[in-house]
């Protein structure tokens, strides 16, 4: 009973409502930030609170990471279906295209926000909008320097998924060596994730050192831009492929489908506090002076992190939140499209309560409910509506092209 619970139509449902779970926390982390201190370019930058700050440094370490396991877990399933060609194609239209409308669409409304919430005015946005638009379409590497140029937002996610997806597809030729599907034991899993660990600090630290020694401290968190296609943190990139990597592997050993995970929740969740405490004291006294050093043990301990976060939510998932209900199942078909709209609102609501003579506490609450309901109002009635009028059409148009006319009226009577 249990199995079928975790694998209903293919899908495995404890990480699906993981997934559209991290979805959530990210829209109410858009909505913190302009109640946090840790980023003044944000667009709205209102009165600041330090749980709004711990908040921000909960999410940043652990969700990132979450979302590329399940998304890897899920890409195996879906090339093994469709073959790396047809894989390859379904996810450039279903990431590449929003990736590039969404860049372009957001790119004057962050600039309005940006300008407006910071009262100034007279500045020709839209000037601005395609200055920086025309600076897109150039070939260029190098860190973001202002919160005004050309920018990914959110979409940074999308775009490096894409990659992933598809250097995945192009090495899936290898599956006879890697992506057997075959069982691994409880301890096995745990031997992974513990050496897939240390492979990421390792990395991690190399890069934190290369970034220090040639570019300065500055950047060791800086967004790298490859204009126009990608921007990434690159100290956390080797964190994303390994948690991609680890999702993909995962899936080729059928972990988690006997409803087993080692450890328990309350376990990984000590561990995962525990963690956090020493990365704040940590964070604390780098802020103060900087050391090469201390700044990889803060690596090391956010990696770990990392992954007892993510065992954390899958030991959870596995044993009490195997369930599909009806508000789970709609929020997990809304869940890509509302993290595509989420940011509108994510930005707007908090610009329109900035002058507001009432608690951050209060704008936040009233921020995040009203994101989270309008981003999910827009992803299902106007994005999943729009969408399935638009491939109804195109399958009809297709249908009348490659018919004959008689055969044509008859197919459609019946519908």
Known sequence: MLKKDLNQNGRVVFLDNIRYLIVLLVVVLHVAVAYSGMMPHWPVNDNNSVLFDIFLGICDISLMPAMFFIAGYFVLKSIRKTGASRFILSKVIRLGIPWLVGVILFQPIHCYIYYSSRGMNG???????FRELKTALSVHVGFASSPVEFNHYHFWFIS????????????????????????????????SFSMLCILTIIAVV?????????????????????????????????????????????????????????????????????????????YMSLLK????????????????????????????????????????????????????????????????????????????????????????????YLIKTGLNLFLGSMGACSLIATAPNDSVIKRLRKS
């Open 123 to 129: 500045v020709d946005i839209w000037a601005i909008v």
């Open 160 to 191: 490096l998924l894409l990659l992933f997806c598809i250097v995945f597809a192009l090495c899936y030729k290898l599956k006879h060596l890697f992506f057997k599907c075959s069982k691994s034991t409880n301890n096995r899993i745990l031997l």
């Open 206 to 282: 190399i890069m934190l050192k290369v970034i220090t020694l040639t570019l300065g401290d500055k950047y060791t968190l800086g967004w790298l831009k490859i204009t126009p296609i990608l921007q990434f943190q690159p100290i956390k990139l080797p964190i994303y492929i390994a948690s991609f990597s680890l999702g993909t592997y995962a899936c080729s050993k059928e972990w988690f489908t006997d409803g087993y995970c080692p450890g328990h929740p309350f376990l990984w969740g000590v561990f995962s506090i525990m963690l956090f405490v020493i990365n704040l004291f940590l």
């Open 289 to 380: 002076e900087y050391s090469l050093l201390l700044a990889s043990v803060l690596a090391c301990v956010r990696i770990i992190m990392v992954y007892t976060v993510l065992l954390l939510l899958i030991s959870f998932g596995v044993r009490y939140w195997n369930k599909a209900s009806y508000i789970g199942k709609s929020l997990t078909e809304n869940s890509y499209n509302i993290y595509l709209v989420h940011m509108v609102f994510a930005l707007v609501i908090p610009f329109l309560l900035l002058n507001l003579d009432i608690s951050i506490y209060l704008k936040f609450l009233i921020g995040t409910s009203l994101s989270i309901i309008l981003s999910y109002i827009v992803s299902r």
